[in-house]
């Protein structure tokens, strides 16, 4: 995005009403959010403890001695002494160095040997949490093996908070992993919760999977309501527990996905949406199947 588009956005998003705000390294703009924060701060709109920001610790920053400076980078680009969450972004190390996709002579990612308790445990996130550098701590994308890990790890301190997952909607509902997390007691965060921008460069998005808001029946419920597909698969997911965090620059859609308090699908209306679930993801992650921590090979 262009330099100050996500500063803005975030302002704008502040203005309506969001709290959460979800951000990473890898997105290179946590200097702007905390830009923005500052700013909405310094007009009194909010005080830091209005908002819970998390952040996401990076494939390259996995070996538990990284982990604490990278946190400590972010907090630093965010003019923050704490985030209130942290998460380990995908389950898969690469090698760690100053490049993100660190690549061998070839062109090939380098993987690196994936250790996720040592990244967890007391010397690790864990660690920071003591530290108060993070009041809570969780994982992203992994499946249901890799959270047994953590979870049945010998002298686990504290359990992870949520599983954030790549894409949760009506066309791929997670409900297998939704119902496993709600017996752990784990939050499901939904990222991609509109489909995602369908931008085949961004992480080589499936675009064969038809787009999500020209959903008949997202859009024949909506009229019900007033309502968009948008905001439909939203209400929806949010209406069974799962955290949703659209993504938009667009002030009206920053809006609109917010108006989603109002209204409330019925049971009939949830199943039905229940049955749109294709069980085919937009973010496959295919570039990285072969990594032995690839986490979608499995079922959930
Ligand atoms: P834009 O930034 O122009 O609004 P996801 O959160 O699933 O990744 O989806 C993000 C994509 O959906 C972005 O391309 C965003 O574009 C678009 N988007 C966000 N909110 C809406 C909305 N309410 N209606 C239609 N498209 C939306």
């Known amino acids: 995005t262009p330099e100050g588009a996500c500063a803005e956005a975030v302002k704008?998003?502040?203005?309506?009403g969001y709290r959460h705000i979800d951000g990473a390294f890898i997105y290179f703009n946590e200097h702007e959010v905390g830009q923005a924060i500052q700013e909405k701060i310094a007009e009194g709109k909010m005080k830091r403890e209005d908002i819970f920001y998390c952040g996401k610790l990076w494939c390259t920053c996995h070996p538990p001695e990284l982990v604490r400076p990278t946190l400590e980078r972010t907090l630093k680009l965010l003019q923050m002494d704490y985030v209130d969450l942290y998460i380990i972004e995908l389950p898969m190390a690469f090698q760690p160095g100053e490049s993100i996709y660190p690549l061998d002579e070839n062109g090939k990612l380098l993987y690196y040997k994936t250790d996720l308790c040592a990244t967890w445990e007391d010397k690790a996130l864990e660690a920071c949490k003591d530290a108060g550098l993070v009041k809570s701590i969780g994982v992203s994308n992994f499946n249901r093996r890799q959270l047994e890990l953590i979870l049945n790890k010998p002298g686990l301190k504290y359990k992870p908070v949520c599983n954030q997952v790549v894409e949760c909607h009506p066309y791929l509902n997670q409900s297998k992993l939704l119902n496993y997390c709600r017996e752990k007691e784990i939050i499901i965060v939904g990222y991609s919760p509109l489909g995602t921008c369908r931008d085949g460069s961004w992480w080589r998005v499936n675009v064969k999977l038809p787009p999500l808001l020209?959903?008949?029946?997202?859009?024949?419920?909506?009229?019900?309501?007033?309502?968009?597909a948008a905001q439909i698969s939203l209400r929806y997911n949010i209406q069974r527990g799962v955290v949703v965090i659209p993504k938009s620059f667009n002030p009206q859609r920053i809006k609109e996905n917010a108006e989603i308090f109002d209204f409330c699908l019925t049971d009939e209306e949830m199943k039905a949406i229940d049955s749109l679930h294709k069980n085919e993801r937009y973010v496959e992650l295919l570039m990285w199947n072969d990594h032995p921590e690839y986490p979608f090979h499995d079922d959930y």
């Open 12 to 16: 704008v998003a502040i203005d309506a």
């Open 214 to 228: 020209e959903d008949k029946l997202l859009n024949s419920i909506g009229k019900k309501y007033n309502k968009t």
